[in-house]
């Protein structure tokens, strides 16, 4: 860690009057001899705005004076602890032909048990890597996004995938070695694979990194791209729990590929291990899936990026102003800490519980409507609804947010941090973007309205109520913004066009 001490310094007597006045970020630590120039404008700015006021007591003037002639407000020097910024050795690195493959692979939906379902339906690039809704219509629905269905007739979906899409970006950073809201997937050297996953002792040999590992998963959940018993063979192996053995699900999908020349010829040319087509494995499948995710996807020149590279005037007065508020009074650091603005930690901050849940219940429930977070891979009930800190990088473009993703509005899930309870007891139902059907719609709720399961979601918070204004939650939302890579707005070219199955590549 670095300590950076900021000086925010505006032409504050000028505000008032002139628009276009300039502002200085100064470094106190490089130039103490300005400090007492900073002094002086400032209280000349306070006399401005003292001269602001007396104009008038509305509103409107109040408004005015205070975001013209004083905005800095809260501080005039702050000294807070600043992550080093991020570079490329932060990264996996990853050959360009392994890359390419990787992306045909994501996209291509011959990995589902009825090939009518890829990775990219639940986190594609237009809509932030994730799907824009707060819980996922994985196999059986129709269409990209918001607009996506839970399908028709015998093809709809039998549930909603209980928990919220994640998004990707920098997960190819050697920092993410825990994937999943729960953390069922995790870098453990003393596990003969090197990882704890759901596979146990059957998950094979050679995969990469955790984002490889990840892959190897969606393939064996009948709600998110298997498919229900009977219906094709990965669903009828995923039903028994046959993952890695003969006939198994990662097995059938590899021969699947195994079919494909394209893909055949790729695979070769990409793996030293691939002479002919029945080297290939599920392993070689995930590790460049992962390749692709982690290659492409990076995000690390945001406005705080090129501030911690140097650059003073990268951020606005009241991005820094909500930097200093992150890292300093309002605590976000302390989870939301590091270069990638998350400790990777597991904690329990009473977020809404929405729709089918994980099978989980409370004394005397038996509906599995509940979701218990870590618990579920420790047996601890000390880790009862707790969740994996997500990144705060790219919030903005990476909701709706939550475990299971409850909150469509950014702020309004800020605003719960500050205060989990009230928040709960007061959750705006308009928040939950998913596609209405009756029998899965009577479901979202259950927990939220039951007095006893929602005040159980409290009894094992993490955090402290902080009391912030609404002028601090908008110097937050302004930080945020400042973390937000600008590169990651228009994804519209990490998609191929094709796919060797030929199968659509559109939803």
């Not at 900021?6 to 001899?33: G, H, P, W, Y």
């Not at 709600?223 to 063979?233: D, H, K, L, S």
């Not at 020349?261 to 290939?280: G, L």
């Amino acid at each position: 860690m670095k300590i950076i001490k900021t000086t925010i310094l505006s032409a504050f007597v000028l505000a008032s009057l002139n628009s276009n006045a300039e502002r200085t970020v100064v470094d106190v630590q490089a130039k103490e001899n300005h400090q007492q120039k900073v002094l002086e404008t400032v209280n000349q700015a306070k006399q401005m705005y003292s001269s602001c006021k007396s104009l008038g007591s509305n509103e409107e003037v109040n408004s005015n004076c205070e975001e013209k002639s004083f905005p800095v407000r809260a501080q005039l020097t702050s000294s807070i602890d600043l992550p080093e910024a991020i570079t490329e050795d932060d990264f996996f690195n990853f050959p360009q032909n392994k890359v390419e493959l990787g992306k045909f692979l994501f996209f291509d939906k011959i990995l589902s048990g009825n090939m009518n379902i890829s990775c990219a339906s639940c986190h594609h690039p237009m809509a932030g890597t994730g799907d824009g809704l707060a819980l996922p219509v994985g196999e059986g629905g129709n269409g990209l996004g918001i607009t996506r269905d839970t399908g028709y007739m015998e093809d709809a979906v039998h549930e909603r995938v209980p928990r919220n899409a994640p998004h990707i970006f920098n997960l190819g950073a050697k920092h993410f070695d825990v994937m999943f809201h729960d953390g069922r997937v995790m870098e453990d050297a003393s596990q003969p694979s090197g990882f704890i996953s759901p596979a146990g002792d059957d998950l094979p040999m050679g995969l990469d990194n955790a984002l490889a590992v990840q892959a190897m998963f969606p393939v064996t959940s009948a709600t998110e791209m298997a498919g229900q018993e009977g219906e094709n063979p990965v669903a009828s192996a995923t039903a028994v729990g046959n993952l890695a053995g003969t006939g198994g699900v990662w097995e059938i999908l590899a021969g699947r590929i195994k079919g494909i020349d394209e893909y055949v010829d790729m695979f070769k040319d990409v793996y030293a291990d691939v002479n002919s087509k029945e080297d290939i494995t599920m392993v070689h499948i995930a590790n460049a899936i992962g390749a692709f995710e982690g290659a492409v996807w990076r995000a690390f020149n945001s406005p705080f990026d090129q501030y911690l590279n140097g650059d003073e005037g990268a951020m606005s007065p009241n991005q820094i102003e909500g930097m200093n508020l992150f890292f300093g009074e309002a605590g976000c650091s302390s989870c939301h800490g590091g270069k990638f603005l998350t400790d990777n930690s597991f904690q329990s901050i009473g977020m809404p519980q929405i729709g089918p849940g994980k099978g989980d219940n409370l004394p005397g429930f038996n509906d599995g409507l509940d979701d218990f977070g870590r618990e579920r891979e420790t047996g601890s009930s000390e880790d009862r609804y707790r969740f994996r800190v997500p990144t705060a990088r790219n919030a903005l473009l990476t909701g709706p947010w939550g475990h299971a993703g409850a909150y469509n509005d950014l702020r309004q899930a800020v605003v719960h941090h500050l205060n989990p309870q009230e928040a709960l007891n007061n959750y705006d139902e308009t928040q939950n973007i998913m596609p209405y059907r009756r029998d899965l719609s009577s479901l979202d709720y259950a927990v939220m309205n039951d007095e006893y399961s929602r005040n159980a979601l409290l009894s094992n918070l993490d955090i402290e109520n902080v009391n912030l204004s609404e002028q601090q939650i908008d110097r937050i939302m302004d930080f945020l913004d400042a973390a937000t890579d600008r590169n990651s707005i228009d994804l519209r070219n990490n998609f191929p066009m094709t796919v060797p199955s030929g199968l659509p590549v559109f939803d």
